[in-house]
Nanobody, 123 residues
Framework: VQLVESGGGSVQPGGSLRLSCVASGSTGRINYVGWFRQAPGKEREEVAAINTGGGKTYYAATVKGRFTISHDKLRNTVDLQMNSLKPEDTAMYFC??????????????????WGQGTQVTVS
């Protein structure tokens, strides 16, 4: 599985961006996809995730109500719509996929494939 992110950029506070994660390869084995972010000097955190089969979603408290994750099965894409962006959302954003089961029991170590990341800057 190969993952490629796009859609990052610079935006003013209160603005919006839409990130896309396109999967290729053995995509039929993907069970869930997550979006992570990592700011300089901070640990990587999972901000949203989606179970591609059942549609369950997860949002970190810091983004709930502002970010929306969605899955387009035909395009093999998982998007992250980010609204009301804040300076603290500035980070490198990565998507990752897992073929493990147990969406609600997932941990970062269960994600097997990772994209290269796309930078989001809010200032």
């Amino acid at each position: 599985v190969q993952l490629v992110e796009s859609g990052g950029g610079s935006v003013q506070p209160g603005g919006s961006l839409r990130l896309s994660c396109v999967a290729s390869g053995s995509t039929g084995r993907i069970n869930y996809v997550g979006w992570f972010r990592q700011a300089p000097g901070k640990e990587r955190e999972e901000v949203a995730a989606i179970n591609t089969g059942g549609g369950k979603t997860y949002y970190a408290a810091t983004v709930k109500g502002r970010f929306t994750i969605s899955h387009d099965k035909l395009r093999n894409t998982v998007d992250l719509q980010m609204n009301s962006l804040k300076p603290e959302d500035t980070a490198m954003y990565f998507c990752a996929s897992s073929d493990r089961t147990g969406f609600l029991l997932r941990r970062e170590s269960m994600y097997k494939y990772w994209g290269q990341g796309t930078q989001v800057t809010v200032s």
